[in-house]
Nanobody
Framework: QVQLVESGGGLVQAGGSLRLSCAAS????????MGWFRQAPGKEREFVAA????????YYADSVKGRFTISRDNAKNTVYLQMNSLKPEDTAVYYC?????????????????WGQGTQVIVSS
């Protein structure tokens, strides 16, 4: 029914930038709230950013405010995460997720659909 596929991860130096993409299948994409989460080795999965169905509302974790930007293009069924001024502590597997509420949710148990994840490594 709904498939999410992340891309754009890789290795980058501290202070650099990456742009992650999440491509979604299905005609209902424009009604979903979308989020990005990340998980570092040995740590719990944590919230990064979220955007409402229209793109009008966004939320960010304190750790990424001012550095990361979430956006969406409903015509292309795609959500993005622009990551600037990257730090070694941003190293993690990044996951794209979709919720059926349409709101910008910050808790992972509100999301029904998940991508496979994409690795981001920031070197110092």
């Amino acid at each position: 029914q709904v498939q999410l596929v992340e891309s754009g991860g890789g290795l980058v130096q501290a202070g650099g930038s990456l742009r992650l993409s999440c491509a979604a299948s299905g005609r209902l994409f424009s009604s979903y709230g979308m989020g990005w989460f990340r998980q570092a080795p040995g740590k719990e999965r944590e919230f990064v950013a979220a955007v409402s169905w229209s793109g009008g509302t966004t939320y960010y974790a304190d750790s990424v405010k001012g550095r990361f930007t979430i956006s969406r293009d409903n015509a292309k069924n795609t959500v993005y995460l622009q990551m600037n001024s990257l730090k070694p502590e941003d190293t993690a597997v990044y996951y794209c997720a979709a919720n059926r509420f349409g709101w910008a949710k910050t808790k992972d148990n509100d999301y029904a659909y998940w991508g496979q994840g994409t690795q981001v490594i920031v070197s110092s």
